[in-house]
């Protein structure tokens, strides 16, 4: 949606490597941070999120990490493998609703 | 426990047409929404209900309506469809404003010749 930034758009790694996606977003009002996965033909799924009073949260492979002064969150993901390959949507909370960012696609390579 | 359900999963409307997505979820959710999504344009919210009896306008409201009679259900309309309205609708629930995961259901293909 609007006033939300995903970066890359595309990101390709080898199985093993980690990969990084950083959501900037405007809303200074913002204090909950999802972070969703989208498989093809499919609906997009929750893998993790965070509050705005936590600065990371892990959870095994993935982690979030939040800087609420610079107003960004990153994605984190560790020993990528072939299924992590999707689209990846960060939607920080805005008012009622999720206000999602333009996607991800990652590329996981054997 | 179905979660979010969408009917129906695919439709081919002509120009002008009109037609009804149906969205319905089981898990007593007080919010809905309704999602479009283009090649490359993410997610757009065009409607959302944060109770039964209410709706709201998202970011993409132009030309479709949408009604929550019931709780459990929230409605998609387009009275007269245009080729622009070719798209993947996504309805989606949550508990309510809080944090929490929201679901999805698992999409609508519309077609609009």
């Known amino acids: 949606g609007e006033n939300v930034e995903q970066h890359p758009s595309t990101l390709s790694v080898q199985e093993g490597d980690s990969a990084v996606i950083k959501c900037t977003y405007s809303?200074?009002?913002?204090?909950?941070f999802p972070w969703y996965k989208q498989e093809l033909g499919k609906g997009p799924q929750l893998i993790i999120d965070?509050?705005?009073?936590?600065g990371e949260k892990k959870d095994q492979r993935i982690a979030v990490t939040l800087n609420k002064t610079a107003k960004h969150f990153s994605l984190h993901i560790t020993e990528t493998q072939p299924e992590d390959s999707a689209v990846y949507f960060c939607a920080p909370l805005e008012g009622y609703a999720l206000n999602f960012g333009k996607g991800t696609s990652l590329l996981v390579t054997p | 426990n179905a979660g979010v359900t969408q009917t129906p999963k695919f439709r081919v409307l002509k120009t002008g047409q009109s037609m009804t997505l149906l969205c319905a979820q089981d898990?007593?959710?007080?919010?809905m929404y309704w999602y479009r999504q283009d090649p490359g344009m993410g997610l757009r919210l065009i409607h959302y209900s944060v109770g039964e009896g209410t709706t709201a306008k998202g970011e993409v409201p132009d030309g479709y309506n949408v009604s929550r009679l019931k709780k459990q259900n929230f409605l998609l309309g387009l009275e007269s469809a245009a080729p622009s309205q070719t798209s993947v609708y996504f309805c989606a629930s949550r508990q309510d404003r809080g944090f929490g995961e929201q679901y999805f259901g698992p999409g609508t293909r519309l077609t609009v010749t």
């Open positions: 965070i509050r705005s009073n936590v």
């Open positions: 898990m007593n959710h007080e919010y």
């Open positions: 809303d200074s009002a913002s204090n909950y």
